[in-house]
């Protein structure tokens, strides 16, 4: 949401979100909602997982807008429930607004790159592009925002969910290392979008016009 008053500075910095409550609600429903597909597809069953991302098909572009929130199984959705829930509540620390603009470039850029890359003949679902998206963020904007303590977070993140990154290598022919990879690269765009932006607002007069790149809350 733009603002007519310049941003605080500090804001950029934030490790948490300023209200948890709102921001808690949010991760908690995005991931409920991943629940209520999978059950639909479950009870129905509905045979969603034919709709997530077919490569270099034009029948299957649309995918990129379906894949984030279609699992292939229950396993394969619990296995990505936490990372979800703490990437995207810690992701909120420049309100729902940044959030909404990071996770888009996430979505968006991750699914396209795994269109263009993944192998033929395959379906790419799961919310696991968003979730090393969404890391790759919060390891990486304390160095565009030059914060000690938003670099502090990332290397207690790096030390607890480190052993992730290594998803973004060929291995598991089953799991989408594309995805992974390009979610991430995803997010460190994203990272030094909100960054510049945030440099924009800084230097913007105070009482001035606001900035179309005012990505805050």
Known sequence: MMSGQPAHPASA???????????GAVAVAFTVL??????????????????GIAPRSLDGLDGILWAP???GSWGHLLSNTIPVLVFAFLTMAGGLGQWIVVTATIWILGGA???LVAESGTFTVGASGLAFGWLAFLLVRGIFNRSGSQLLLAGMLLFIWGGML????PSNPNISWQGHLFG????ILAAWIVSRAG???????PGGAAHPDNLGM
Not at 184 to 187: D, E, H, I, S
């Open 113 to 115: 790159g795994v269109w």
């Open 69 to 71: 929130v279609l699992h």
């Open 199 to 205: 440099r924009r607002r800084k230097a913007s007069p």
């Open 34 to 51: 991943l629940y209520l597909v999978e059950l639909v597809d479950t009870v129905l069953p509905a045979e969603l997982d034919t709709g």
């Open 13 to 23: 910095k934030r490790i948490l979100p300023a209200d948890p409550k709102s921001a």
């Open 166 to 169: 290594w998803g973004v290598l």
């Open 184 to 187: 991430a690269l995803a997010g």
